[in-house]
């Protein structure tokens, strides 16, 4: 960890302690640490695919082509390794075990939050685990559906007939209204907003901080670069989450 002010890691700590509601909102950030790549930034996923293929409308006029994409593009994220939570999931889950963090709302589709323990997990983006037949709504473990589109079954299809779809959300289309509703009421009854690896730059989720501020509560940015909403924080850390969060497990 490069040198942080320690008055700024207490002052969250003791914010944490004191909070009837804390919520933490994380992003990419929080996902490469474990080998997981971004999608965007230097170097991220949308500069090696173009976001186009994996639009909705993609999906609607040829599922086909969309899912022999989309099974590429899984292969890059992946590969043959299977992602484990780092220290900054593993403390996330430690505070909210330990009753300083309520919730946490994820734009990461991994699901590593919940493998190292979290138990309130509001997923905007949904999750790259699962698949989602377009039809009747049947959902089930991705893996033996992309097995299926691995071996030729393009585009895959449920027993109604319908085709399956990744249970993620896609360019062209909103956020499901529960997560969102969800994520919005936390900020709101949030004392302490913890926005960790994420650059702020993607709404509707970008605006939560905002939420939080206007509802009162204290706004803390954790992240390696320089966020949007940084002016509107009261305490910006800008530094690793995998020492960050730890650091701040410990202290309170």
């Known amino acids: 960890m490069h040198d942080i002010d320690t008055n700024t890691l207490d002052a969250v700590a003791d914010a944490l302690r004191r909070a009837d509601t804390a919520v933490a909102l994380t992003g990419a950030g929080v996902s490469t640490a474990s080998g997981i790549p971004s ?30 994409d989309r099974r590429t593009l899984r292969e890059e994220m992946y590969g043959d390794v299977t992602p484990g939570p780092n220290a900054a999931h593993d403390a996330l889950a430690a505070l909210e075990a330990e009753g300083h963090v309520d919730a946490v709302v994820t734009q990461n589709v991994d699901g590593l939050h919940a493998d190292a323990g979290s138990q309130r997990v509001v997923e905007l983006h949904g999750t790259h685990r699962r698949v989602r037949c377009d039809d009747c709504g049947d959902r089930r ?39 969102l509703t969800d994520a919005q009421r936390l900020a709101r009854q949030s004392d302490v907003f913890l926005a960790v690896g994420s650059s ?26 320089e966020t949007t909403r940084d002016a509107a924080a009261t305490d910006v850390i800008r530094d690793d989450v995998t020492d960050v969060l730890p650091a701040l497990k410990e202290r309170v």
Do not use: M, Q
């Not at 965007?40 to 082509?65: K, M």
């Open 141 to 179: 473990p991705a893996d033996p559906v992309f097995a299926a589109a691995a071996d030729g079954d393009l585009p895959p299809r449920c027993d109604c007939g319908g085709v399956y779809r990744p249970d993620v959300v896609l360019f062209g289309e909103s956020l499901p209204d529960d997560a």
């Open 39 to 68: 999608f965007r930034g230097e170097d991220g996923i949308w500069d090696r695919f173009d976001p186009t293929d994996f639009h909705r409308r993609r999906f609607d006029a040829d599922p086909a082509g969309f899912w022999a």
């Open 200 to 225: 702020l730059s993607v709404r509707p989720a970008s605006l939560l901080p905002k939420i939080a501020v206007d509802s009162g509560g204290r706004f803390v940015v954790v992240n390696f670069e």
